[in-house]
């Protein structure tokens, strides 16, 4: 993996639950220092030191955690508009790496928690990714793979405001990382949903949501 480091250094300055990020993205505007990253570049290391936020400008970014027999689990992803890295603890519980060439905004979350306005929308923010990780974790713990997958891209889709056509901005394994799968599983999911016409599959990152319905009531 290449590393590039993003942090500033201390001398230098439907039914279901969908992601409410949809909603309050556009609420938060970090004021910070541009970074901009490449393909597989870490934004920032599990177990690091919690002290800046971010949000993205360009490109997408997700979130993972090394598993104790070296699997990887990708917690969340993360697209413009997003922001990411608030945590309160002293260390990271996991890390940041981009998916893409993109950039990001570093702000300092001191500076941000200070800021009596930008430090309530923060904390609404955070309460909103504690709601949205416990219902990851239902997902993980009580749906199919089907059902998973589904869920997936419907929420994909209100994230890029009801799009019913997108690119992919991660891979299968990526795909199936989050969501607790194999890749094989996620492809082969993915080729029944088109056979059925729930999905058109353009390219392997172009997908064009057909019957959304149908792929809505998989995820009740």
Known sequence: MQALPLEPHAASRRGFALLERHDDRGD???TGIPKSFSRSCEVFVEGG???FVYQVISGAVC???MLSDGRRQITDFYLPGDV???EFGSERRSGAEALSEGSVVVARRSAMMADGEVGARLWRHAVSELQRSQEHVVTLGRRSATERVASFLIELSHRLDDA???ELPMTRQDIADYLGLTIETVSRTLTQFQALHYVRLQSCRQIEIVRRDD???LCQ
Do not use: H, M, V
């Open 63 to 65: 979130a993972s955690r």
């Open 164 to 166: 019913d056509e997108f």
């Open 28 to 30: 938060i505007k970090l």
């Open 49 to 51: 030191a919690p002290d």
């Open 84 to 86: 990411f890295g608030l």
């Open 215 to 217: 792929l809505e009531d």
